[in-house]
């Protein structure tokens, strides 16, 4: 917890273009509300399906291919 919160205050200081990978939660929409966000949808391991979220900084636009 305390790692996420001072990873959300420094990423826009020290990193001002990131992607951050973060698994899906509601606190974690809450702390990034406001930033661009995908939920990706892949599985891993025959049928453990993926619960991450990935956040954009602002000036990130997301490029997903076209279905």
Known sequence: ?????????????YRPRWIM?????EKARALYAGFKMIEPKWAYGGDHECKELL???RDLEPRLPQA
Do not use: M, N, R, V
């Open 1 to 13: 917890e305390i790692y996420t919160l001072s990873l959300h205050d420094a990423l826009p200081i």
């Open 55 to 57: 956040i954009f900084s």
């Open 21 to 25: 990978s973060q698994s899906d939660s």
